[in-house]
């Protein structure tokens, strides 16, 4: 559903925008924002986040703009939306960016040269735009298509689209291209004109399609301590190779974070990005029960002496280094998802965990619960679908042999399914005393229907919980 913002006049909707947003968790970007293919920068005192940008209940990949959003590195859980930076289509009180295509776009990069911030725009079945603004938020003017070297054949940039592109500003000012989808490339661009490739330095296949490197798509090139990384997408996992040249060869060395196993799975992408010495990833994940209206996230990395990345896993943490469990907490920062739930919008105020049938897990990682062990209540603002049910609550595991249950929410249903509601209605919040608790854990729900419950159907929505402390 289009959130009311997008409703508003354009002078109400820039100055709406321009206001800070607080959410310390992941998706780390507010509950109504779409960034997939997010690319983290950081100019000046702040990192920005280029991505493509998609919808909720989306029935494709990506629609005709892109937003801008950034956040102070002093705060880098406050963000703030520029936007419409770039269009193929005329947005929001933004005009049309590109006369040649009303096509959707899809993953860019954006680089700083000559004091000016340059986009690449992966413009779909049409030539790859490049734009500039003098500041890193946009909006962006069109300069020209990126221009292959006279007397190239159409194939070139793969018919000038130049997939998934990711550009690299060398230290002595050389600037490199990379780009592809299931076959990778990479070239020279001219540095004064940021658009023409230099004649004589096409690479095909800079990364290989064969194991163990499997190239899929989604360039992120970076230097780091010396040495060239390109973080690319080997179809569900984001992973890395490393060069001691832009030109390669490169080394493949591993998988960085993947988009499998806990989490209803998908594409991916991403970029690493330094923030107050801190090495992060960006990803994406999906929601709505499918591979569109993705979400922006964040993971703490390590790049150790050596170079290497070590994996990772999927958490809520975004920025944040561990969840307050006496905060109000949105149920759409799960980051398991197990035996079916999955995340769904209803409205621009309205996001829950739905789905949840008999053996359903939803988990959440990591809370701290402090030093001193004291009694808990739990508060679980949920709806119920007229079924009788519980919903365990656990802690490091959903079960007994790696974790431990610390209470039980009884869902005693009413009388309506929750179907039946408009989205802002039928929630209500079910308190329960929990045991102690001390120390940093991940959190687990366990769904689990009542007897003559059949174990297909769906027991509970829900939309966010916390604890309070007993006296």
Known sequence: MTPPLRLCSAALLALLAALPVARAYNPFLPGWEYIPDGEPRVFGDRIYLYGSHDRASGDAYCDYQYRVWSAPLSDPTTWTDHGVSF??????????????????????????????????????????????????????????????????????????????????????????????????????????????????????????????????????????????YLVYAAGDSLVYA?????????????????????????????????????????????????????????????????????????????FKQSLDPSVKVPADVTCVLRGGPYVMEFDYNTRAVINTKNGAVVGYKYFEFGPKSRPLTLHTELRDHGLAGTIEVWLDAPNAEKGRRIGTVTIEPTKKDARSYAPGDGWRTISVPVEKVEGRHALFFRFVSASGVPTNAALADLRSFGFTKKK
């Not at 292959?148 to 690299?168: C, H, K, M, R, T």
């Not at 004649?199 to 499997?214: A, M, Q, S, W, Y």
């Not at 107050?276 to 990395?301: L, M």
Request: aromatic fraction near 12%.
């Open 242 to 318: 490393t060069a001691a040249k832009p030109t390669g060869p490169f080394t493949y060395r591993g998988a960085i974070i993947r988009n499998r196993g806990d989490n209803p799975g998908g594409n991916i992408h991403g970029g690493l990005a330094q923030v107050n010495g801190q090495w992060y990833i960006t990803y994406h994940r999906q929601s709505h029960n499918a591979e569109f209206s993705r979400r922006a996230c964040a993971e703490r990395v390590t790049i150790e002496a050596d170079g290497t990345i070590k994996e990772v896993e999927q958490t809520s943490l975004g």
């Open 87 to 228: 269009s193929t289509r005329d947005q929001e009180g933004h005009k049309d960016d590109v006369d040649y295509s009303n096509n959707r776009l899809y993953a860019p990069d954006l680089i700083e040269n000559h004091g000016q911030y340059w986009l690449y725009a992966y413009v779909v079945g049409a030539p790859c735009a490049v734009a500039v603004s003098d500041h890193p938020a946009g909006p962006f003017k069109f300069v020209s298509k990126i221009k292959a070297p006279a007397g190239s054949n159409n194939e070139f940039g793969g018919w000038g689209q130049y997939i998934d592109p990711g550009v690299l500003v060398d230290d002595d000012g050389r600037v490199y291209i990379y780009w592809g989808y299931k076959r990778s490339a990479m070239a020279e661009l001219d540095p004064k004109t940021m658009v023409d490739i230099l004649p004589g330095t096409l690479i095909n296949d800079i990364i290989p399609v064969e194991e163990p490197f499997k190239f899929f798509e989604g360039f992120s090139p970076r230097k780091i301590n010396g040495v060239y």
